[in-house]
C-alpha cells in the first residue's frame, strides 16, 4: 500500500496496517488514518496522564474479575461511527467474548478517557458524542489531569444519557452497569497536581 496515512481505507485495512506501525499510535477518522501526537502534551501533564490510566486499569482488573468483563490499554480499539472509526480510548473495558487474536472490543461497554491540553475540546465534546452512538456502551468517564475530578455519562434504561460530575473529598466513581465503585482517591493515588497549578 502506497503511503496510506494518506488513503481512505476500512476499518479492517486500517487495523492490519497498524500491525506495523510499532510505537506509533493511529485512529481511523472517517476512513482516513490520524496520527495520536502524545509528544505534544507537557511532560507534567504526560506523567499524570499514564499514573492515571496505570490506575484505572489496575482498579478496574480487580473489581471485574470473574465478571466476564476486562480493561484494555489503548493498544485495543472501538469501532464507531458505523465501523467507519476505529478509537483508541485511554481504557476500555469490554464485555464481549474473548478470542486471542482479535484488535476490536467485541462488546465495548465503558471507555475512559483522560483530558490533556492537546485533546480536551475534541474529547469533551466530538468524541463522547461519538461514544454515545455506541450501542452496547453503558458508561463514558472523562476524567481532569489536573485535578481529582471527572463527568461521568451512564446510559439509562430508556436510552438516554445522563452526565454527572464527580470530585471532592470523598468522592466515588459508581459504575451501576457493573455494580463497581471506584474512590476518587485511588484513582488519582500518587497523582501530583503540583505542576498543573502553577
Known amino acids: ?8 481505507m476500512s476499518a479492517r485495512e486500517f487495523l492490519i496496517w497498524c500491525t506495523r506501525r510499532e510505537g506509533e499510535r493511529w485512529e481511523l477518522v472517517r476512513g482516513v488514518p490520524i496520527q ?21 486499569l489496575v482498579l478496574l482488573r480487580d473489581r471485574l474479575r470473574g465478571s466476564g468483563c476486562r480493561p484494555h490499554t489503548a493498544d485495543f480499539s472501538l469501532l464507531t461511527a458505523g465501523d467507519e472509526n476505529v478509537r483508541r480510548p485511554d481504557v ?23 483530558l490533556s491540553p492537546s485533546n480536551a475540546n475534541f474529547t469533551r465534546f466530538a468524541k463522547v458524542d461519538e461514544y454515545k452512538a455506541v450501542a452496547t456502551l453503558r458508561h463514558i468517564a472523562v476524567l481532569d489531569s ?14 438516554a444519557w445522563i452526565s454527572e460530575t464527580v470530585e471532592g473529598d470523598g468522592a466515588v466513581l459508581r459504575l451501576s452497569g457493573f455494580g463497581v465503585e471506584l474512590p476518587l482517591a485511588e484513582i488519582y493515588a500518587d497523582v501530583s497536581f503540583e505542576a498543573a497549578e502553577g
Do not use: W
Open 92 to 114: 476500555l473495558v469490554d464485555c464481549g467474548p474473548t478470542k486471542p487474536d482479535d484488535l476490536t472490543a467485541a462488546g465495548p461497554a465503558a471507555v475512559f478517557e483522560v
Open 146 to 159: 489536573d485535578a481529582a475530578r471527572l463527568v461521568l455519562y451512564s446510559r439509562a434504561a430508556n436510552d
Open 36 to 56: 495520536i501526537a502524545p509528544t505534544q502534551m507537557m511532560a507534567g501533564a504526560r506523567q499524570r496522564h499514564d499514573v492515571i490510566v496505570v490506575n484505572l
Open 1 to 8: 500500500m502506497a503511503d496510506a496515512a494518506t488513503q481512505t
